[in-house]
């Protein structure tokens, strides 16, 4: 198994306390959250790791050395998740876990996306009650995810989309397909990788959902949020 780390952003909106750096260098019990999120995938035999840069990729270089893989986008700036996730694609050729850098999680959250076979695509999900800017989905009536974006109504919404996946290989020239398909036909470019999620749902698709339960998880977006982090996850 492979993973791909997404740690391309700036991160404006938690600018004040990042002082300078990449969102992904925030600390959590005295530690990176790029550090957590390799560490948390080598525990679990997955050495095969690519890290998509963007804002100061000398960073994660000095970092994190040859223990991962390195691909990095010019254009993070002005482009988002979907055209990170396919300058590092190349390197994807088994089946991998998609991941967030900013996205603190427990780790039985990422021991179920694992162990979980039941469709080629698996999004983990947190059924809640949503708000108007998270990632929703709703299920079709087998449980499968039906529709997965920003925009659905929140009196739709199943729960939120946390941000990781696992991809099958046998996912792997479809999901690509679907990538090229927003990128250089549509143009795209400020799209997120769960448009290439929802393009191959309509081609008929299975995507599976692992319930995130009562552990915890937080994207950290805004100051609040890193607060709080440290709050869900205690030093040990």
């Avoid at 260098?25 to 525990?43: C, D, P, Q, T």
């Avoid at 999680?105 to 949503?130: M, Q, T």
């Avoid at 552990?215 to 890193?226: A, M, R, S, T």
């Amino acid at each position: 198994m492979q993973a791909i780390i997404m740690a391309a952003g700036y991160g404006r909106r938690i600018a004040e306390i990042s002082k300078e750096n990449p969102k992904s260098f925030l600390e959590l019990n005295g530690e990176k959250l790029i550090e957590r999120a390799v560490r948390l995938l080598k525990a679990r035999g997955i050495e095969d790791i690519t890290v998509v840069t963007g804002y100061r990729p000398e960073l994660f270089h000095e970092l994190l050395g040859d223990s991962v893989h390195f691909r990095h986008n010019p254009l993070y700036f002005c482009t988002n998740v979907l055209s990170s996730f396919a300058v590092g694609m190349d390197k994807i050729s088994d089946e991998f876990i998609f991941l967030h850098a900013d996205t603190v999680f427990a780790e039985p959250i990422l021991d179920r996306l694992i162990s979980n076979s039941s469709a080629g695509i698996i999004l983990p999900v947190d059924f809640k009650v949503c708000a108007e800017e998270e990632m929703k989905v709703i299920l079709d009536d087998r449980g499968f995810v039906k529709e997965i974006n920003k925009t659905m109504g929140l009196d739709v919404a199943a729960g939120e989309f946390i941000g990781m996946a696992k991809i099958s290989s046998s996912m792997l020239d479809r999901l690509k397909g679907a990538v090229h398909q927003e990128l250089k036909e549509r143009h795209n470019h400020q799209e997120y990788f769960e448009a290439a999620v929802q393009n191959l749902i309509d081609d008929g698709v299975d995507v599976g959902v692992v319930p995130t339960g009562d552990d915890p998880w937080i994207e950290i977006d805004f100051p609040e949020d890193y607060e709080r982090v440290k709050v869900l996850f205690p030093e040990r």
